[in-house]
């Protein structure tokens, strides 16, 4: 099977190493034809090519595996790529999450797949796990430490004592953060791995703009001291949940007791997990970043096509995103915390409290009456 590979960043060489490797018998059934690169220092295989016509039009690549990051090119060049006849593995949650709706009509309509395991949860096989439980039990809901960026980031704090600003610094030193780190840090890098998890979980496909999102930004070491004070340990979570045709869906911070098996996950781990009837809780830990783990949950994918073992291509539902009767505690940190004076079940500390249960939605109304851009939002564990 003839691969063509958009993209040689650092999931595009995983993809190409672990190809050429050729370590198992299904492996060595593979074979990268085409790589296409944007710029001409990038030209250092045979193989390059700066025409992603070299690969969309080749009749001998059977599937395309799309790694460049972005929406564009990248969701047209899938686009094409369907319609022409192959099969699209790609690692690219933003495009995805965006798109999805339109690739999947697509697929469907050349009768092709789309695989998107690597999207979401790198190394960890959450989707293919997703796709096994869905074959014997409707999926009740998830959650999960679906960025390690950010896990390394509070988990460091917490061990360490340091400001936010000297591990965000840090992790981009040691390669886990962008130079622009706005989607891992303010929780949109989760949002889209969230909205692709219902899309397996719960067979339907999500409004992005629905999914309620706080990140990371603005917490503080007083914030992991309250935390230190009351056995919580702070983590951003990503979940959703499906109650009959209603799907809720947010990322937020959470203090979670010490005993809960998130709040244990160390350094840049991801942890997810599923709910469902008869299985119950199914947790998954590992990488869920990086050039070899993330590559190899490509190929994965690429190894299901070969042996023709492909998810159902279906019609999915379009749902907007109900977190209207979602109820909970949450602790607030803002200059202007006495606005919520009429909301507060106790003091937590110079301009923070926690809150008295509420609706998610007075939660909401309540952070634009605040008006702070500095403020820290988290969802406190019963």
Not at 88 to 96: D, H
Not at 322 to 345: E, L, M, Q
Request: with cysteine.
């Amino acid at each position: 099977m003839k691969i063509g590979l958009l993209g040689h960043g650092i999931v595009g060489k995983g993809v190409r190493e672990i190809i050429d490797a050729g370590a198992t018998w299904e492996v060595r059934e593979l074979s990268v034809k085409k790589i296409l690169v944007k710029f001409d220092w990038e030209l250092v295989d045979p193989r390059c090519t700066q025409d992603a016509k070299d690969i969309l039009d080749d009749p001998e690549i059977d599937v395309v595996v799309e790694c460049m990051g972005g929406i564009e090119p990248a969701r047209t060049f899938c686009l094409e790529a369907l319609a022409k006849g192959k099969h699209v593995v790609t690692s690219n949650k933003k495009m995805l999450a965006n798109s999805c709706g339109e690739l999947f009509a697509c697929a469907l309509a050349h009768d092709v797949a789309v695989h998107y395991e690597a999207a979401c949860g790198g190394g960890i096989p959450w989707m293919a796990s997703l796709d096994r439980t869905r074959r014997v039990d409707d999926i009740d809901g998830f959650r999960g430490i679906f960025n390690g960026t950010t896990n390394y980031i509070l988990s460091e704090m917490a061990s360490g004592g340091k400001s936010f600003a000297e591990m965000l610094k840090e992790a981009q030193s040691l390669g886990y953060a962008e130079k622009d780190p706005s989607d891992d840090i303010d929780g949109f890098d989760v949002k889209y791995k969230v909205a692709l998890s219902c899309v397996k979980a719960f067979d339907v496909i999500p409004n992005i703009d629905g999914i309620l999102t706080y990140g990371i930004r603005n917490i503080d070491q007083v914030d992991l001291a309250f935390c230190e004070k009351n056995g919580y340990a702070c983590k951003l979570i990503g979940k959703a949940k499906r109650d009959g045709a209603r799907v809720s869906a947010m990322v937020m911070p959470a203090f979670l007791r010490k005993e809960d098996v998130f709040s244990n996950i160390p350094l840049n781990f991801n942890c997810i997990e599923s709910v469902s009837k008869t299985l119950g809780a199914a947790t998954f830990v590992g990488q869920g970043a990086g050039s070899l783990p993330t590559a190899h949950a490509v190929v994965q994918n690429i190894v299901d096509i070969w042996k023709k073992q492909d998810p159902e291509i279906n019609p999915k539902d379009n749902v907007i995103v109900d977190n209207s009767t979602y109820c909970g505690v949450f602790y607030i940190r803002s200059a202007n915390i006495d606005k919520a004076a009429s909301y507060v079940d106790k003091e937590a500390g110079e301009c923070a409290v926690v809150t008295k249960r509420m609706t998610i939605n007075e939660l909401s109304e309540i952070v634009k009456d605040l008006n702070d851009s500095g403020m820290f939002v988290a969802e406190v564990a019963k």
